[in-house]
């Protein structure tokens, strides 16, 4: 039998991520997420699937402050997320977040664009006029080189296919060095071999420095793959979360099958 796990009110020890009975609202009327609670332990990959508008981003928007919960309590290295509480900034450069458009600048180099990864750690006059430290540049290249595109550091971002502008995205969030990285739909419109290749990159990296990933999939497949738990959610509601286990794969594809309907 598939081992899902009923919400509760409390969070296991080890948690980094903390959301309990969490309900969000846009317009003060209809809630995109309803009694959420959720915890995430260090070093483990989360992956919330889902219908599309059933709520997936707006989590991950709670979780880096971009978005404040109508309700309920939210905790993420013991912060309460805003990203205009002076506090809770203190720990943003933590926060790694890959999002749908994946927040590229189009016009400049692929070295640019992952040195963007960098600029918490410098000043404000170095980040204006782009000068980097030689350590910097370093960590962009050995980035670069870990998703694949060394060869391709001086190209223009918009020159790039949509595969090799994930792996951009993926290099910008390993030079930022997080310890949490929120990724929203990076695999999207990419074919089975490609979206493979690019979840293989976040899983060396996440091995590589014990990194704590929370991830948004459409692919049911991929969340077994490669998460250590799955959430589900459905118009707002989470309604099942599980540890994918090999023997029960044709049972999970069959109940997804039954919540996106």
């Known amino acids: 039998m598939m081992d899902v796990i009923t919400p509760t009110n409390s969070f296991s020890n080890g948690s980094i991520i903390r959301m309990q009975d969490v309900w969000t609202s846009y317009d003060g009327k209809n809630y995109a997420l309803r009694g959420i609670n959720v915890a995430v332990e260090n070093g483990k990959n989360y992956v ?42 203190t720990i943003m450069p933590k926060i790694g977040y890959i999002p749908q458009n994946l927040g590229l600048v189009k016009n400049i180099t692929v070295m640019e664009n992952v040195l963007i990864g960098a600029l918490p750690r410098i000043s404000k006059v170095k980040s204006f006029f782009k000068v980097f430290p030689d350590r910097e540049i370093s960590n962009g290249e050995n980035a670069l080189k870990l998703v694949g595109l060394e060869d391709k550091a001086e190209r223009k971002t918009y020159m790039l296919s949509g595969g090799e502008k994930r792996r951009v995205a993926i290099a ?63 118009h707002g509601d989470k309604i099942a979360e599980f540890k994918p286990d090999e023997m ?10 039954s919540y996106e309907s």
Do not use: C
Not at 60 to 80: S, Y
Not at 193 to 200: D, H, K
Not at 209 to 214: E, H
């Open 48 to 89: 919330v699937i889902g219908p599309s508008g059933s709520g997936k981003s707006t989590l991950l928007k709670l979780i880096n402050g971009m978005v404040i919960p109508t309700k309920g309590q939210i905790e993420v290295f013991g912060r309460k997320p805003n990203v205009h509480d002076t506090m809770f900034k």
């Open 248 to 257: 029960e794969r044709k049972a999970v594809l069959g109940m997804f099958n």
């Open 172 to 234: 910008r969030a390993l030079v930022q060095k997080p310890e949490l990285l929120l990724a929203d739909e990076i695999v999207s419109e990419l074919d089975h071999g490609t979206a493979r290749e690019i979840m293989e990159l976040v899983m060396d990296a996440k091995h590589r420095i014990n990194l704590t990933a929370i991830m948004v999939h459409h692919d049911v497949q991929l969340a077994l793959d490669y998460a250590d738990k799955v959430a589900v959610i459905k």
